[in-house]
């Protein structure tokens, strides 16, 4: 166990070394995340909304532009082995499931590092005020997990087809869609100090990326053997 | 086998005209919705049913595919996919059609039209990765992978989206309130129209099977 975590590790370091030569991935997910904040920032501002509407408008816009942003840049950890043809090497070099850990945790800091990034900034140009900023923090950090696990087992997919940017979006939207209602929901009800919809909301995303999490882990291994 | 096909294909045609005319002229129309809007039910309900069950057959395809591996199993997935596109759109269609007339508009993003439009978008994506991988086998592996991977959502789609949204729509599965259930003689109707559907689907998917024999063959032939 411990040397399957050591080598999924060894794969997730190895994915990030080589982003921060290049930061192409980082550079597609930071740079759409913030000229589409600047857009929606520059379009509504912080005065614009009415104060009911607020907090769930506001988190319909945060969530947009994470999902856009992951959207855009997330794609990179399957396609970059393919283009460069490195795939077959880590075919030999590790078992399925820890490429599919590594490459998950991998994403997962890029994603982690796109909302450290991007939500402070948000909170701050849009005036977004949170009512429970550490339950606000959970749904974020759940969201950001139950996103990386889908984009990660359809990043193997699509790096297998012909078209792969476009497909990317088209395939991950269907599946991030229910999430994406759960995490405007937990949301919005982090920021009205919603306790009993907050519960509800958490549960769901995270059964959610739950049962991604198992289905990728059984189905990953047929995407990448063949 | 021919002459059963034939017989089958004509008690299907007089099957479907018997279901056109009481849906439209035996049956009176139904009390407390506006002018005829009722009988959209019985065309509506049956394409939703055939959508949702193609979904179910293609995901139980794909499972079979990655466990067998057997071409067959990749063209029913295949078939019963784009045959669920069909009747989705339909089953969209009709809704919309009914909700303008009771409702007001023609879309309100009611938990209902949510659901049917991913299931639309998952349809349209299956495809789309369909005719984005030429190598057949692998065609077949990812697609039945995505088919899965889809199907974990449904549960979510189906249980969780709707205690959070009121809905509007009917409820037809879980219908504990007496007064909104169909009399005898609507759910006669819409049990045969029901029947006719899936019977005309079945057809559908058989000549869809029979077609992705034949361009099978034909590329072994080739190769």
Same mark, same amino acid.
């Not at chain 1, 990043?155 to 395939?171: C, P, Y």
């Not at chain 1, 759960?182 to 306790?195: E, H, K, P, R, Y």
């Not at chain 2, 984005?132 to 086998?137: G, H, I, S």
């Given at each position: 166990?411990?040397?399957?975590?050591?080598?999924?590790?060894?794969?997730?370091?190895?994915?990030?070394?080589?982003?921060?030569?290049?930061?192409?991935?980082?550079?597609?997910?930071?740079?759409?995340?913030?000229?589409?904040?600047?857009?929606?920032?520059?379009?509504?501002?912080?005065?614009?909304?009415?104060?009911?509407?607020?907090?769930?408008?506001?988190?319909?816009?945060?969530?947009?532009?994470?999902?856009?942003?992951?959207?855009?840049?997330?794609?990179?950890?399957?396609?970059?082995?393919?283009?460069?043809?490195?795939?077959?090497?880590?075919?030999?070099?590790?078992?399925?499931?820890?490429?599919?850990?590594?490459?998950?945790?991998?994403?997962?800091?890029?994603?982690?590092?796109?909302?450290?990034?991007?939500?402070?900034?948000?909170?701050?140009?849009?005036?977004?005020?949170?009512?429970?900023?550490?339950?606000?923090?959970?749904?974020?950090?759940?969201?950001?997990?139950?996103?990386?696990?889908?984009?990660?087992?359809?990043?193997?997919?699509?790096?297998?087809?012909?078209?792969?940017?476009?497909?990317?979006?088209?395939?991950?939207?269907?599946?991030?869609?229910?999430?994406?209602?759960?995490?405007?929901?937990?949301?919005?009800?982090?920021?009205?100090?919603?306790?009993?919809?907050?519960?509800?909301?958490?549960?769901?995303?995270?059964?959610?990326?739950?049962?991604?999490?198992?289905?990728?882990?059984?189905?990953?291994?047929?995407?990448?053997?063949? | 086998?021919?002459?059963?096909?034939?017989?089958?294909?004509? +008690?299907?045609? !007089?099957?479907? =005209?018997? &279901?056109?005319?009481? @849906? #439209? %002229?035996?049956?009176?129309? $139904?009390? /407390?919705?506006?002018?005829?809007?009722?009988?959209?039910? +019985?065309?509506? !309900?049956?394409? =939703?049913? &055939?959508?949702?069950? @193609? #979904? %179910?057959?293609?995901?139980? $395809?794909? /499972?079979?595919?990655?466990?067998?591996?057997?071409?067959?199993?990749?063209?029913?997935?295949?078939?019963?996919?784009?045959?669920?596109?069909?009747?989705?759109?339909?089953?969209?269609?009709?809704?919309?059609?009914?909700?303008?007339?009771?409702?007001?508009?023609?879309?309100?993003?009611?938990?209902?039209?949510?659901?049917?439009?991913?299931?639309?978008?998952?349809?349209?994506?299956?495809?789309?990765?369909?005719?984005?991988?030429?190598?057949?086998?692998?065609?077949?592996?990812?697609?039945?992978?995505?088919?899965?991977?889809?199907?974990?959502?449904?549960?979510?789609?189906?249980?969780?989206?709707?205690?959070?949204?009121?809905?509007?729509?009917?409820?037809?599965?879980?219908?504990?309130?007496?007064?909104?259930?169909?009399?005898?003689?609507?759910?006669?109707?819409?049990?045969?129209?029901?029947?006719?559907?899936?019977?005309?689907?079945?057809?559908?998917?058989?000549?869809?099977?029979?077609?992705?024999?034949?361009?099978?063959?034909?590329?072994?032939?080739?190769?």
């Amino acid at each position: 166990m411990s040397r399957w975590l050591a080598e999924a590790l060894a794969v997730a370091a190895k994915d990030l070394r080589a982003e921060f030569r290049t930061r192409v991935a980082l550079n597609s997910l930071v740079l759409f995340a913030l000229t589409t904040l600047a857009a929606v920032s520059y379009t509504i501002g912080p005065y614009r909304l009415s104060t009911e509407d607020r907090p769930f408008l506001l988190s319909v816009l945060l969530w947009i532009v994470i999902f856009f942003a992951a959207l855009a840049g997330l794609d990179r950890s399957f396609v970059k082995e393919e283009e460069s043809h490195t795939a077959p090497l880590l075919r030999l070099a590790a078992a399925p499931t820890v490429v599919w850990a590594g490459k998950l945790l991998y994403n997962l800091v890029l994603i982690m590092v796109l909302m450290a990034m991007l939500v402070p900034l948000f909170c701050v140009l849009m005036g977004f005020e949170i009512a429970m900023p550490w339950r606000f923090a959970a749904v974020l950090a759940a969201g950001g997990f139950g996103l990386a696990v889908t984009t990660t087992i359809i990043a193997a997919i699509i790096a297998q087809a012909m078209t792969r940017g476009a497909l990317f979006s088209v395939l991950s939207l269907p599946l991030l869609l229910p999430l994406l209602i759960f995490l405007i929901q937990g949301t919005t009800a982090a920021a009205t100090s919603d306790l009993d919809t907050y519960r509800e909301s958490l549960r769901a995303i995270l059964s959610m990326a739950g049962a991604m999490t198992i289905f990728s882990a059984f189905l990953f291994p047929v995407v990448w053997r063949d | 086998m021919n002459r059963v096909g034939m017989t089958l294909k004509w +008690f299907l045609f !007089v099957w479907m =005209a018997g &279901v056109i005319w009481a @849906a #439209f %002229l035996w049956i009176p129309s $139904a009390q /407390g919705f506006k002018g005829e809007s009722s009988r959209i039910v +019985f065309f509506h !309900v049956p394409t =939703a049913w &055939v959508a949702t069950l @193609a #979904f %179910l057959v293609s995901c139980i $395809a794909s /499972g079979l595919y990655l466990w067998r591996r057997e071409p067959k199993y990749d063209f029913a997935a295949a078939v019963s996919a784009g045959l669920g596109l069909l009747y989705a759109v339909l089953a969209t269609v009709t809704g919309a059609v009914f909700a303008k007339i009771m409702w007001g508009a023609y879309w309100n993003w009611d938990p209902r039209q949510t659901s049917i439009t991913i299931l639309l978008l998952i349809y349209a994506a299956y495809l789309a990765l369909r005719s984005a991988v030429d190598d057949p086998e692998k065609r077949a592996t990812l697609a039945a992978v995505y088919s899965i991977l889809a199907f974990v959502t449904v549960p979510f789609l189906m249980f969780i989206v709707p205690r959070i949204y009121f809905s509007l729509h009917p409820d037809v599965m879980t219908n504990a309130d007496p007064d909104n259930n169909l009399d005898s003689a609507h759910l006669r109707v819409l049990l045969a129209s029901l029947a006719g559907f899936t019977g005309l689907s079945v057809w559908l998917y058989s000549i869809g099977i029979r077609i992705e024999e034949i361009r099978y063959r034909r590329r072994q032939e080739v190769l």
